[in-house]
């Protein structure tokens, strides 16, 4: 059974920080692209972050560069999400997604996500 389960998300003050953190299990983790998405209320989900199978590149949305770190260790199948000087507009659900494309088969799985709430 395929799981992904996302922890680290809560209620954080402008400014502050946030690390999350992504288990994935019942895949071949260390073949799969992993990323982490986001979505706002009324709003589509966006793109936060990225990263290859052995973490040699990383992608990050503009909003997020300079201020965010995708890592991944694919010997405990976790990827994570450092998260520094935090706005109120990026209170949103945050997810984990695992995508894999073998020729024209995709594999793409996403867990349930976790709440970040930027406050005062």
């Known amino acids: 059974q395929v799981q992904l389960v996302e922890s680290g998300g809560g209620l954080v003050q402008p400014g502050g920080s946030l690390r999350l953190s992504c288990v994935a299990s019942g895949f071949s983790f260390s073949r799969y692209a992993m990323s982490w998405y986001r979505q706002a209320p009324g709003k589509e989900r966006e793109l936060v972050a990225a990263i290859t199978r052995v973490g040699s590149s990383t992608n990050y949305a503009d909003s997020m560069r300079g201020r965010s770190t995708i890592s991944r260790d694919n010997a405990k199948n976790t990827v994570y999400l450092q998260m520094n000087s935090l706005k109120p507009e990026e209170t949103a659900v945050y997810f984990c997604?695992?995508?894999?494309?073998?020729?024209?088969?995709?594999?793409?799985?996403w867990g349930q996500g976790t709440q970040v709430t930027v406050s005062s």
């Open positions: 997604n695992a995508y894999l494309r073998v020729g024209a088969r995709e594999y793409d799985y």
